[in-house]
């Protein structure tokens, strides 16, 4: 009698499907060892760490830090200079995201989703709080994007959707990223199940995102929220 092997079903867009498998991966990247987890976490850090923002806008004579909201993103660039610098800086600040999620993925394949999700929130932390910002920083929605993905672009897509159809219905970019942010351990949990460690990722990201708009929400509830409002 013959046993056929079977691989086991793959969750819906898992991590390291989106990037390819290399076999032959450095022994010292194999696993999920100290050392291999403080290279992640450094070198994640260090990409969040650098803002997009402050560069752009000082590279047109503003400065960033003293303008609007003062927070060093995509959204305030935008206010400040307008839509296409607003949109390289969000560009900028995803492929950060990216490259600290992807490469030990790319090197790895699926053996390296836990460090790229830990690159990912590394590269987060580094963006809301920056070394080089005496430890200020954005809210690291575009980070994120780029991060997920790497990592689990279907719950993305989900979050996009939540995204634009809150946006454009309210025009206020602070709720549109809440409730992306809220979107993302619920979309994990129904894509990839209850053990999985991108569920995890979506409920750190999630809180991550809602806690650095807590200003905001505030503000929201006082009614003076800035929107796009025309």
């Known amino acids: 009698m013959k046993v056929w092997a079977t691989r086991p079903r793959q969750p819906i867009g898992g991590g390291a499907a989106s990037l390819h498998y290399i076999t032959n991966a450095p022994s010292f990247l194999s696993n999920m060892t100290s050392l291999n987890i403080t290279l992640v976490s450094i070198v994640g850090y260090l990409l969040g760490a650098i803002s997009f923002a402050v560069i752009v806008a000082r590279s047109q004579g503003v400065d960033i830090l003293k303008y609007g909201s003062g927070n060093p993103g995509a959204t305030n660039v935008t206010r400040a200079l307008g839509s296409k610098y607003g949109n390289i800086v969000f560009a900028c600040d995803a492929l950060k995201g990216f490259v600290a999620a992807g490469w030990p993925l790319l090197w790895l394949g699926e053996a390296g989703l836990k460090l790229g999700i ?51 219905t309210v025009r206020m970019v602070a709720l549109a990223s809440i409730l992306f942010a809220v979107s993302l351990p619920v979309s994990a949990y129904y894509l990839y199940g209850a053990g999985d460690p991108r569920l995890t990722l979506g409920v750190v990201l999630g809180v991550l995102i809602v806690v650095r708009h807590r200003s905001n929400i505030a503000r929201m509830f006082q009614g003076t929220e800035s929107s796009f409002k025309k």
């Open 118 to 168: 830990i690159g990912l929130i590394a590269s987060i932390i580094g963006h809301s709080f920056s070394v080089f910002l005496k430890f200020k920083g954005g809210k690291g929605v575009a980070t994120t994007m780029g991060g997920l993905v790497a990592i689990m672009w279907p719950a993305l897509f989900i979050g996009v959707a939540v995204w634009a159809a809150i946006f454009f």
